[in-house]
């Protein structure tokens, strides 16, 4: 035991200054959801966007919308429970940050064509800042 | 294949010191307008006044690169709904459908990637010349498409 003692520190300390890393093909932990865990930041800037682009007043075509009533705590809610609960992807198309998508099994909104929409997608930047977050 | 873009003169520019923005800022709420995608009878335009422009291009641009085999396909999804565009390169051509509109568009994958440089080297002089903070920031210099280079 004492040799191994100073072997084992030493690989301890090695390991830690070169981090632990995942194999490519591996599934990130669960853990790691939302950059190790962290919570994510939703600013009132972030919340204006949401509102401008999918309330259900929004003029913006081609975009999802929240369905009549949603307000801006019950908003927060949708995309606190889809990123703790939700699908994770990194963006697509060479875009930073990462993609939540997850089901509330339950009309939450709907999609550009004017259909039922029961999953929400929360885009999140890699300071685990809402980019934008919108039902499809 | 017409391949153009409308600014939107709606997109709050005023409200971001583009000379510092960083990369997220500048895909998703910066240079918005409307993409214009047609052929003489078909036509995948998405005239959301929302889109924005810069991240399309460099997007398509990173397709394209990546529709070099036969079979070949990759999809672009919107910033802000499900919509996509879905390419594929078939029969030596690149086929462009959408999830919102009707119709095919082929196009000779050299017309394709002419197409995107036109593009981006438009756009980039465009939004440089209107908004000089942008021209500094260092994200946007770093992106070489917008200089006519992929």
Known sequence: MRLLRPWLISFVLLASFFGVSYPASAQRPASARADAGQQIIISERTIHHIQDRHWPDSPAQGAGKYSPGITVQSLRDLINEAVANGRSRSNTNGRPGRIYEYDFGRPIGTTINGNPASRLRVVVNSRNQVVTAFPI | ?150
């Open chain 2, 1 to 150: 294949m017409n391949l153009d873009y409308q600014l939107s003169d709606e997109w709050e520019e005023d409200s971001l010191d583009l000379s510092t923005v960083d990369e997220t800022e500048l895909r998703y709420n910066v240079a918005l307008g409307d993409l214009l995608l047609s052929s003489n009878d078909v036509d995948l335009s998405a005239r959301w006044g929302w889109i924005p422009l810069l991240d399309f291009v460099l997007a398509l641009n990173e397709i394209a690169g990546k529709l070099d085999q036969e079979g070949a396909e990759e999809v672009f999804e919107f910033t802000e709904s499900s919509a996509e565009l879905r390419f594929a390169r078939l029969g030596g051509k690149i086929v462009i459908s959408a999830s919102y509109a009707e119709g095919e568009l082929k196009v000779a994958p050299t017309l394709f990637e002419k197409r995107i440089r036109e593009f981006a080297t438009k756009i980039g002089k465009e939004v440089a010349t209107k908004f000089p903070g942008l021209a500094t920031n260092k994200v946007f210099k770093q992106w070489s498409l917008f200089e006519g280079k992929r």
